[in-house]
Nanobody
Framework: QVQLVESGGGLVQAGDSLKLSCVVS????????MAWFRQAPGKDRDFVAS????????DYADSVKGRFTISRDSAKMTVDLEMNGLKPEDTAIYYC???????????YGQGTQVTVSS
């Protein structure tokens, strides 16, 4: 089993920056990809960004390209999301997720709330 714990959420104003962090523990040797997702009130959980455990490939949702940066430390098994130029529409619960070899879906953490006021 793998466990994920997110931190760093909060209330900020539009245009501010915020950094989310996630610590991954447990069965981590077969983790292939680490990612961030978000879920706004009344909406489905959406993909935000991902990075391979090796760090050689990243992917971003169009809505955050140029504003958010995902990074990871494979030795410490942490994945961060640096968010700049935050907008009210970025308000959501942000979930850290990992995808492991042999699994059908991502495993998620409990989430951390990000609220951006206008």
């Amino acid at each position: 089993q793998v466990q994920l714990v997110e931190s760093g959420g909060g209330l900020v104003q539009a245009g501010d920056s915020l950094k989310l962090s996630c610590v991954v523990s447990g069965r981590t040797f077969d983790v292939y990809k680490m990612a961030w997702f978000r879920q706004a009130p009344g909406k489905d959980r959406d993909f935000v960004a991902s990075i391979t455990k090796s760090g050689d490939s990243t992917d971003y949702a169009d809505s955050v390209k140029g504003r958010f940066t995902i990074s990871r430390d494979s030795a410490k098994m942490t994945v961060d999301l640096e968010m700049n130029g935050l907008k009210p529409e970025d308000t959501a619960i942000y979930y850290c997720g990992v995808f492991s070899y042999g699994m059908a879906n991502y495993k998620y953490g409990q989430g951390t709330q990000v609220t951006v006021s206008s």
